[in-house]
């Protein structure tokens, strides 16, 4: 019986990380009716990262790529491009777990670290596309120091190295006497996310024996299972797989799997205009830098140098939205709030404007855990990255091939120990109870935001 796929992604404001970098690589819109060994659905890290371990496992096998928009244009070119290798737990009021389950994770960062410098490697990426620089946990009072405190003591009990900041450092680091302290991590892995993305569909379809075939602007809009196979059907093509690797995050939901299990939430963003000499000469600091807040409510402020120049970009506020779609009235509103956090930081940037603004698609579960594994007969979820979509999408793309080819893989035997995400409250229920956690916890993040 064929099953309709009640939504596709919608994603206002511009995809800034791609935006400056201009004219991408076009594929072409997936037409008529073809056949093909692996079909994967979305061209983000998951959907990529599950392609690249095709072609080193199943080299000879036929690989279709399906992305509902452009290469870079979805989540992947709107994230931060932060590739933590840390504990990062965004779901709850701080960063660290159980010391055992944060040494797993660390171990699993790490691989997907490595898989993406040596994908950076192999395909010749400029060095801005990964970049392992470290991170800084900013702390802006008592309140932000007592985090980071914290979080340090649970670095020392994992041995993982972290470096205390002053103030005068924090300056000479960012330019701005807004942070009174810092905590230094230099383990994480700066991404500009939607180069390492274009670059790596490019690698993939120029520089394999075997490459896949990647399909724009196709978004999948009904399956059925016929036979042994899959059909998997876009507005101008019908495609019959043996295997599919659903790559959708969040839009896992749309699929029909796991209904009321996934949490939609949405984080907003702001990127400068290009800096001038003058204006660099100004702020001071380094050229390339990462801020995380030490409350994970608070601003994540980075500076990016690189293709499209030197900009700034800021995000902070979060809504839960079932319906995986905010509007354009809302970024707007929300850019007040990047605007009021961007002046707080650099007032010697007053005339520096914001060049683009935007929504990010989060996927969370209520237990934190991942929407992954054989869903059905040979249609396999690398789905809900709990707000982590660089490194945990990374993984689950890498772990969906490993376990649909039957690879012995650290990556699966994690994915598959976890319990199903759990089930959410009825709504609106969910949606009054999630945005009165988001707006208390905010509010508790105070002038960290």
């Not at 070119?77 to 010391?99: C, V």
């Not at 991170?135 to 405190?149: C, M, Q, T, W, Y």
Request: charged share 20%; with cysteine; aromatic share 8%.
């Amino acid at each position: 019986m064929q099953q309709i796929v009640k939504k596709l992604p919608r994603d206002p404001g511009p995809a800034a990380w791609s935006a400056i970098l201009g004219p991408a690589a076009q594929y072409p819109e997936a037409e008529g009716d073809f056949t093909t060994d692996w079909l994967i659905i979305g061209a983000g890290f998951a959907g990529l990262s599950a392609a690249k371990r095709l072609t080193e496992l199943r080299g000879g096998d036929t690989v279709t790529i399906l992305d509902a928009t452009r290469i870079a244009d979805g989540p992947a070119g709107r994230n931060s491009g932060f590739m933590i290798d840390l504990p990062h737990e965004l779901g709850s009021g701080g960063y660290a777990a159980a010391l055992d389950s944060d040494k797993k994770q660390i171990a699993l960062n790490r691989h997907a670290q490595e898989f993406a410098k040596a994908n950076a490697e192999a395909y010749g990426m400029p060095e801005e596309a990964v970049r392992l620089v470290g991170r800084i946990n900013g702390a802006v009072n008592a309140h932000g120091k007592h985090h980071n405190e914290a979080y340090a003591a649970h670095l020392a009990n994992l041995g993982e190295a972290y470096t205390h900041l002053s103030a005068a450092q924090m300056q000479e680091i960012t330019g701005s006497e807004f942070y009174s302290s810092g905590l230094f991590m230099p383990g994480a892995v700066m991404l500009q996310p939607a180069l390492y993305i274009r670059q790596l569909a490019e690698g993939l379809t120029t520089k394999e024996a075997k490459p896949p075939q990647i399909f724009e602007n196709s978004p999948a809009i009904a399956f059925e299972r016929q036979g042994g196979s899959w059909v998997v059907t876009t507005p101008k093509a019908k495609i019959t797989a043996k295997t599919v690797i659903m790559a959708v995050n969040g839009h896992a939901e749309s699929f029909g799997f796991f209904k009321q299990r996934l949490m939609h939430v949405f984080t907003y963003a702001s990127m400068t205009e290009a800096l001038t000499s003058e204006q660099q000469e100004r702020l001071g600091g380094a050229k390339s830098w990462g801020i995380t807040p030490s409350d994970p409510m608070g601003s994540t402020v980075r500076r990016h140098d690189g293709i499209g120049g030197n900009r700034i970009v800021i995000r902070n506020r979060w809504t839960f939205d079932p319906s995986m779609e905010v509007s354009n009235k809302r970024i707007a509103a929300f850019g007040r709030n990047h605007d009021a956090s961007f002046r707080a930081r650099f007032p010697m940037l007053d005339d520096v404007k914001m060049a683009y603004r935007w929504s990010g698609r989060l996927c969370l579960s209520r237990n934190s855990v991942p929407a992954f594994g054989e869903v059905e007969e040979n249609w396999y979820s690398a789905c809900c990255q709990n707000g982590l979509g660089t490194a945990k999408g990374t993984l689950a793309g890498i772990a969906a091939i490993d376990l649909a080819t039957r690879a012995n893989s650290p990556i699966v035997d994690d994915l598959l120990s976890y319990e199903q995400p759990q089930l959410l409250p009825p709504r609106p229920l969910s949606t009054i109870g999630a945005n009165l956690v988001l707006r208390w916890r905010e509010f508790k993040a105070g002038a960290e935001i």
